[in-house]
């Protein structure tokens, strides 16, 4: 699937969650969705949304929702949320490259180092909590085998199996570790007012740095006040009013 147009119908597989309010909530907005009546379909994501429910469906299929109605900010904003959820879903991923195809900043990007591409991509194979316990298992398998070996039983034939067991432990472990600190240390927000001014301190009589516009993603350094300092992807730093963002 390589279409915004099409939204997810996760829950089609779940019979149980269908027979509660979520279920039959999303199910309705999507089958509006699916009739073009994003309007109304809106209106039965929102529902969920104030119900304070956090799920990577709903919000995906708010962000496609939006995206249909030209609201640009809030189509990326959910599809952000939902990056959080699910990092390394392709269809979101590429839903959203679609959505910032749109965004009017032509801001360039500061290269991230090949190390870190690369372990971010392995980390992001599996959220932190997938990770976390499989290190779990992995550790506690090793400590198992490696008592039993000492009492003279082996669960399989392998020479040291424990030590390879505990290796991959760690590795599950740190993988757990940096896929949270990728994904969940840093906070990050998106502007929603159509165009903001970006200051060089936190008064409106200092200097402009730049103007920015709806659905820039920007990372959230400090706070004064009424102010957020701002770095933007080019390495900019800045300060802009809070009112202008929202935070994920």
């Known amino acids: ?36 009546q994003f309007a109304e379909a809106l209106v039965s994501f929102n529902k969920l949304i104030e119900d304070e429910i956090t799920s990577y469906s709903l919000y995906f299929n708010l962000g496609c929702t939006y995206f249909k109605l030209d609201s640009l900010a809030q189509s990326i904003y959910y599809l952000e949320k939902a990056k959080q959820l699910n990092p390394s879903d392709e269809d979101l991923n590429h839903n959203l490259s679609l959505a910032y195809g749109r965004q009017q900043d032509d801001i360039d990007k500061f290269p991230e180092l090949f190390l870190v591409t690369f372990f971010k991509k392995i980390a992001n194979i599996l959220s932190s909590n997938l990770w976390l316990i499989l290190s779990l298992l992995l550790l506690w398998f090793a400590v198992v085998h490696f008592y039993l070996k000492g009492s003279g039983k082996i669960l399989f034939n392998i020479k040291n199996l424990h030590v390879y067991s505990l290796f991959f432990g760690l590795v599950c472990f740190l993988m757990a570790y940096l896929n949270y600190t990728f994904n969940y240390t840093k906070q990050e927000a998106i502007v929603f007012s159509p165009t903001t001014i970006v200051y060089k301190n936190p008064n409106i009589e200092a200097d402009n740095l730049i103007e920015i516009h709806e659905g820039l993603k920007v990372a959230i350094l400090d706070e004064v006040d009424q102010w957020y300092q701002i770095k933007m992807t080019d390495n900019t730093i800045g300060w802009l009013n809070k009112s202008a963002i929202r935070l994920l």
């Open 1 to 36: 699937m390589k279409k915004i147009l099409t939204i997810l119908l996760l829950l089609i597989n779940s019979p149980t969650l269908f027979a509660n309010d979520f279920g039959e909530t999303m199910q309705t907005g999507n089958k509006l969705y699916a009739n073009n």
